[in-house]
């Protein structure tokens, strides 16, 4: 593998908006249901402890946290 290329496909590392974000929660039916999220291709999932905005290298963002 060449250095700095990347194999996963653009949907894997792209990452969402907030608004992209929003849309695809609105889908779900049920809108009581938790928001768990895992960082191990779904091995294990975590709940959201925090959600806040974050700087990184001049970037804002918004980061989805656990505290556990």
């Known amino acids: 593998m060449s250095e700095g290329v990347n194999d996963n496909p653009e949907w894997v590392t792209k990452g969402?908006?907030?608004?992209?974000?929003?849309s695809e929660l609105q889908s779900?039916?049920?809108q009581d249901l938790e928001v768990k999220i895992s960082v191990d291709a779904?091995?294990?999932?975590?709940?959201?402890?925090?959600v806040g905005k974050h700087?990184?290298?001049g970037v804002q963002f918004c980061g989805i946290e656990?505290?556990?």
């Open 16 to 22: 969402k908006t907030i608004k992209q974000l929003i």
């Open 28 to 30: 779900f039916e049920n």
């Open 42 to 50: 779904g091995e294990t999932f975590k709940c959201i402890s925090l």
């Open 55 to 57: 700087t990184e290298e």
């Open 66 to 68: 656990n505290y556990e």
